[in-house]
């Protein structure tokens, strides 16, 4: 082939190969000021209620919802650290800081209980979400509710994963294949097909996602 | 070869050094004024380089997001954009390794991918065997390829932004090329004729 020839090939593939949309600038920008904390803070007249109904409330976006679940459980974790340290002879403060190690290692196996319930219980709706979405394939295509539940989760995986609760490669590699699936999913409420939810459903198939879920669930339920 | 892309330097009404600063003080306006000037050219590579809209869409938001929150460690040793751009890339890189993972090997990629009808007067066959050899490439043929010939980088640009000698860059886009040609030349005859 001659070097016009593959030139103007080039040039073409300049116009043609993945050419890109319109962006969605404004819909990324909301996401990346409510992740990156610039967001100002709401004013009484931006809150939006939860329903319809005359009761005042704040919306709690999902991703403070579990961040806040996550600081509980570690609040909680430490107070159990604490009473559970009580029922024993108090011991100097100075002794204490002359056994780090011994301290550190009882604290962070009562840090991982909050962890492993936050973890259960996220591992436990996200099997029903993808359960709920592989019995949707005989159907339609997933809609708003299930895409804003597996919003929700999303922002949670990505949470987990940042957390100790990943430390283990299984639940890592897990929560690494749910991060996928469930960005997925979101997709479906803009541009979803039949096709893209036959995908996603041939890939939780393959990867084995739900029943690692399941055994993942237990696995925890019986520590 | 005909540049398509824009230049990586964007006019700033404001000095660059500065709105960094007023975004690092947590100024919204600033850290949007930033965005403004570089989303749309951050969106455009991670859409070349992925040729999936919730992907690059997705992959935008990672790099903003990575890049404010790292803003303070930026020392404008290199432009704003070629830091954003580096971090695109890595981020890009980073995912698509999982994507690949995960996506069903058999994946028709034009269920995924449709290629467009403009660009008249190639062969849609040929065309659409370069796009696969694109697609086909090795990682750092395939950006350097879609960063030099899709979206007009120079080479000095590209090797800043992949943190490789300008040579390096040279070298890979030539092998690349290389392998494009290789892999086209079954048709080439019939097309020459």
Redesign the interface.
């Known amino acids: 082939?001659?070097e016009d020839?593959?030139?103007?090939?080039?040039?073409?593939?300049?116009?043609?190969?993945?050419?890109?949309?319109e962006?969605?600038?404004e819909?990324?920008?909301a996401?990346?000021?409510a992740?990156?904390g610039?967001?100002?803070a709401p004013t009484i007249e931006s809150v939006t209620p939860i329903t319809a109904a005359p009761r005042r409330g704040i919306r709690i976006p999902s991703w403070f919802a579990a961040a806040a679940t996550l600081v509980i459980g570690i609040g909680i974790g430490r107070a159990s650290n604490s009473v559970g340290h009580e029922t024993q002879p108090k011991a100097p403060v100075t002794v204490a800081q002359a056994e780090p190690a011994q301290s550190t290692q009882s604290s962070d196996t009562l840090l991982d209980r909050p962890y492993a319930i936050e973890t259960s219980q996220y591992l436990g709706q996200t099997a029903a979400l993808l359960t709920s979405l592989s019995s949707d394939a005989k159907g339609a295509s997933a809609d708003a509710q299930l895409s804003t539940r597996a919003s929700d989760l999303l922002a949670r995986t990505r949470l987990l994963m940042d957390s100790p609760a990943a430390n283990e490669p299984a639940m890592r590699d897990l929560l690494?294949?749910l991060e996928?699936v469930l960005?997925?999913v979101v997709?479906l409420r803009?541009?979803g097909t039949r096709?893209d939810l036959d995908?996603i459903n041939?890939?939780l198939e393959?990867?084995d996602v739900i029943p690692r879920l399941r055994t993942a669930v237990a696995d925890i339920s019986a520590n | 070869m005909t540049r398509t892309g824009v230049a990586l330097q964007t006019p700033q009404r404001v000095s660059e050094p500065e709105l960094i600063a007023r975004v690092l003080a947590g100024d919204r306006i600033a850290a949007r004024d930033l965005y403004d000037a570089h989303s749309a050219r951050v969106y455009r590579l991670a859409f070349r380089l992925t040729g999936d809209a919730a992907l690059a869409r997705e992959f935008t938001q990672d790099t903003f997001v990575r890049a404010f929150s790292q803003l303070a460690r930026f020392r404008g040793d290199a432009a704003l954009s070629t830091w954003l751009h580096r971090i695109t890339v890595t981020v890009v890189a980073n995912a698509m390794r999982k994507v690949k993972r995960f996506r069903e090997r058999e994946t028709d990629l034009e269920d995924v991918h449709p290629i467009g009808s403009e660009g008249a007067g190639v062969d849609p066959v040929l065309r659409e065997r370069l796009h696969r050899a694109i697609e086909d490439l090795p990682e750092i043929y395939r950006t350097t390829v879609i960063m030099h010939d899709i979206e007009g980088y120079t080479h000095t640009e590209i090797a800043e932004v992949l943190g490789v000698a300008e040579g390096t860059c040279k070298s890979r886009l030539s092998q690349a090329r290389a392998q494009l040609r290789a892999v086209l030349a079954d048709l080439a005859p019939e097309l020459e004729s």
Do not use: G, V, Y
């Open positions: 082939m001659s020839r593959f030139d103007k090939l080039m040039r073409d593939a300049a116009q043609t190969f993945h050419s890109p949309p962006p969605p600038l819909e990324m920008w996401e990346i000021e992740r990156s610039f967001r100002a690494e294949d996928l960005a997925q997709r803009s541009n096709t995908i041939r890939a393959q990867r």
